[in-house]
């Protein structure tokens, strides 16, 4: 029995994703962007409710360690990644159908129909005596600063969306040329629509009255185009009895391997769901695993990998104290920078640890028994190109546990799809322990999802990134 699974969502109208800002007058709160994680996520949450499987596995309610004594959260093995725009290349959709899956542009390559790298870190600063870089006013940890090495251009940017094959074409540092039908505009995968609607009263659910008497607000719908889908994969392996060695798998339950309608996004908008077992290797770009470039820094030798986000991160930020596995935790501002490397030195704090040692330490965890990381990979942050933030917020219905009047979730910037992050690495060794660490597939070829690197909301398909190489850009060199 295949766990991973493959979906795809079919609109049977507009579709309505908004954020947590406001939706007054001419403001539409952000309302026909893509969707992002989370979305579709709490999507098969809330239809796997409604299924209502008995006996499912339940976990208690709580969070940061303040668990209440009840079992009643169920369907905590649900894990997905997407969506992706999945484009449908035959009309078909029977199994010789093929589909051709789009991902976010990478921010290092900004010219139209191309991947080529144009976007390179600077190497002209030199530290001081004392080694440390007051000649930039970069923030800490980063070393290099990132440089256009295109002429300046009003027409730049290039296509949000790229192909997974042409993806895997920038992986390789191809520059060839490349198929245009792989490049996508926004207004290429779906239509925008607005409209203008009349606020209604929460107390009376009428319009006119109470506190909306007189309000309006404007929304923006998205409307794919017929040959696009919502593309995701989705894994729900539910404890039987809770024995860890007996499951069932909830996707293939709830599906049944016949389409259903289920609700994607605000104001109850139906997508018909249509599964199938996630095909090996997944469709997705798959990051280096060796064969790095390789520059001298300082005298020695180092091999240069950057991490490219497929979908968006959070890494909130850590006030310093005591964590909850019993260890000293230290500040760390999060934000653009990954809650795993020093924010002093940039140096990667991951620690490579097999399969049976990271579960033994999920068991420590869930008895209170803490345990001492030992970050033992080689390797420093040196640039990064961030893009502006985007915001991930919600809405919680009230608990007993730990939010007795429900309300607004907490509200995250998160880093966007294309973010890329530039190491240096020790040697060859370290530079392959880094990319097994954050490529989505680990050291698979692509066969399974191992890799979340998101602090938060990981298991709703935050944090996916792949490994590439890179290279300086030398003042007057014109490549």
């Known amino acids: 029995m295949t766990a991973l699974h493959q979906i795809l969502l079919e609109p049977t109208d507009v579709l309505f994703f908004r954020d947590g800002r406001p939706m007054s007058g001419a403001s539409a709160g952000h309302t026909a962007a893509w969707p992002l994680p989370d979305v579709v996520n709490h999507a098969l949450h809330a239809a796997l409710h409604r299924a209502g499987f008995q006996d499912a596995h339940a976990h208690r309610r709580g969070r940061s360690g303040d668990y209440s004594n009840d079992r009643t959260r169920k369907f905590g093995c649900l894990t997905t990644a997407g969506p992706f725009p999945v484009r449908l290349l035959k009309s078909n959709a029977g199994s010789d159908a093929r589909f051709d899956w789009f991902l976010p542009r990478p921010k290092d390559t900004q010219v ?20 440390i870089w007051r000649e930039s006013s970069l923030p800490k940890p980063l070393r290099y600063a990132v440089v256009n090495v295109m002429p300046p251009s009003k027409d730049t940017g290039g296509e949000p969306w790229i192909s997974s094959e042409t993806y ?117 770009p798959t990051g280096l695993a060796n064969g790095f470039n390789v520059a001298v820094i300082d005298g020695q030798k180092r091999r240069l990998v950057k991490w490219v986000l497929i979908t968006p991160a959070i890494w909130p930020e850590i006030e310093p104290g005591i964590s909850k596995r019993g260890t000293e935790r230290k500040f760390h501002p999060g934000g653009w920078l990954p809650n795993w490397v020093c924010p002093e030195t940039g140096r990667v704090l991951l620690e490579t640890v097999n399969q ?22 080689g390797a420093w942050l040196v640039a990064a190109i961030v893009p502006k933030p985007i915001i991930v917020t919600g809405w919680a219905l009230p608990n007993g546990t730990d939010r ?30 880094l990319a097994a660490a954050l490529n989505w597939h680990g050291n698979t070829r692509g066969t399974e999802i191992r890799n979340r690197r998101s602090t938060l909301l990981g298991e709703k398909g935050y944090g996916l990134g792949v490994c590439g190489t890179w290279e300086f850009h030398e003042i007057g060199n014109k490549r």
């Open 112 to 131: 139209k129909k191309s991947v080529k790298t144009t976007l390179k870190p600077l190497k002209s600063l030199t530290p001081d005596t004392d080694g």
């Open 356 to 377: 049976k040692e990271r579960q033994n330490r999920r068991s420590l965890n869930a008895l209170g028994k803490g345990y001492q990381s030992n970050p033992n990979i």
């Open 404 to 433: 007795p009047v429900g309300g607004a979730k907490s509200t995250h910037l998160a880093v966007p799809a294309g973010a890329v992050y530039y190491f240096e690495a020790e040697s060859a060794d370290a530079a392959a322990a």
């Open 168 to 284: 895997q074409r920038y992986l390789a540092g191809s520059d060839s040329e490349c198929d245009p039908t792989n490049f996508l505009k926004d207004d290429d995968i779906a239509d925008t629509e607005c409209t203008i609607g009349i606020s209604i009263d929460p107390a009376t659910g009428t319009a006119g009255q109470g506190e909306s008497k007189g309000q309006i607000y404007s929304a923006h719908y998205l409307r794919l185009r017929a040959d696009f889908r919502l593309g995701l994969f989705a894994q729900a392996l539910d404890k039987v009895a809770s024995d860890p060695d007996s499951r069932r798998d909830l996707v293939r339950a709830l599906l049944n391997d016949a389409p259903q309608s289920i609700v994607v996004g605000g104001q109850q908008r139906l997508c018909t769901a249509r599964r199938s077992d996630a095909p090996v290797p997944l469709p997705l």
